[in-house]
């Protein structure tokens, strides 16, 4: 029989079917194993051929769930003004025991949703659990994914919604508040124009903006609420220096990769590191101790993440007969 692998469209990743849940649930057990160092993950090589526009290849072999495989992602924030979306890529699933490749996916579906998976997972250990209001700032497809995620742990009740183009939060608002998981599940969801309002009075602040070597740094000083969470989906893109400097724990998915782009750049004032999202889910070193902790996770989105998703999308297919098979 000769060799085939599967492609999957963007189309046919969503048709798959696989859920929110499904994905935290996957990206536990990759943090668990990355925590105790039985994952393979080298620094993500980067290309880049325009200002703040990247290229990464991202590789992961995840034992534990039998994940092996690459995605190779693009970000160039000047897409959307070409009806582009900002983020784009293929992900790699090869079979573990012959490294023949098994699927060719699109990335775009697989990166919103582990994205969001990780900021949640990252929540279970630094948001205080009775967390209701969420701050969204950046409209865009992670701001819609990150809520959906949160909304799988926590009680949700109301959003603040924020973005620099007001269209976008005002399209952002209307979408999710129509959305079943977040509307149709009683989550009122407001556009605002000030950014301050997405953050102070909210208990889970998400900053979704694009990737910026030198950050905008709307976030002040004071802005973030004691007991307050807060994800960097874009880096620190969003954050004043002294702001981040008040914060109690600052943790990360992988302190090493963090590093690597401290060197190149990006993370020039950052707290101290208090633990990595493996070390919160092993145990190794604690979450939220008090009530009035101000936390942060800074997920800079990790191959693992990708490895531990794309696998159930291409299982899942499978099964239910989506795709076109490809000879090698």
Not at 267 to 277: C, D, K, M, R, T
Request: hydrophobic letters at 40%; charged letters at 20%.
């Amino acid at each position: 029989m000769k060799p085939k692998l599967l492609y999957l469209s963007r189309a046919d990743v969503e048709a798959v079917g696989v859920s929110m849940p499904e994905i935290i649930d996957a990206l536990a057990v990759a943090f668990r194993e990355h925590g105790l160092g039985h994952t393979q993950m080298p620094p993500k090589p980067s290309l880049s051929s325009g200002a703040d526009s990247f290229i990464h290849a991202m590789p992961a072999y995840i034992p534990a769930l039998r994940a092996i495989g690459l995605k190779w992602v693009s970000g160039y924030p000047d897409n959307p003004s070409r009806n582009l979306p900002y983020i784009s890529g293929l992900i790699v699933v090869n079979d573990d025991q012959t490294g023949l490749p098994l699927a060719v996916m699109d990335a775009s579906w697989v990166t919103g949703m582990r994205t969001g998976a990780a900021t949640a997972l990252a929540a279970r250990y630094l948001a205080r659990p009775d967390s209701s209001t969420v701050g969204i700032l950046g409209c865009g497809v992670q701001g819609r994914t990150n809520l959906r995620a949160l909304k799988c742990l926590f009680p949700v009740r109301q959003v603040m919604a924020y973005d620099a183009n007001p269209t976008n939060s005002a399209r952002y608002a209307a979408e999710m508040a129509a959305h079943p998981e977040i509307g149709g599940a009683g989550v009122q969801v407001t556009a605002v124009d000030d950014p301050r309002a997405a953050v102070s009075g909210c208990d889970l602040v998400v900053t979704a903006g694009p990737i910026l070597k030198i950050p905008h740094a709307t976030i002040k000083q004071g802005w973030l609420d004691s007991g307050a969470f807060a994800s960097m989906v874009d880096y620190d893109s969003y954050w004043d220096g002294a702001a981040l400097q008040e914060v109690d724990k600052f943790c990360t998915d992988d302190v090493p990769q963090l590093m690597h782009y401290r060197g190149l750049g990006y993370f020039q004032s950052l707290p101290p590191i208090h633990a990595s999202l493996g070390e919160l889910v092993t145990g190794q070193k604690p979450g939220r101790e008090s009530a009035g902790e101000r936390t942060i996770a800074c997920n800079l989105g990790l191959a693992i993440d990708d490895m531990a998703t794309a696998p159930i999308v291409y299982r899942r297919a499978v099964e239910r007969g989506i795709g076109v098979w490809l000879e090698l």
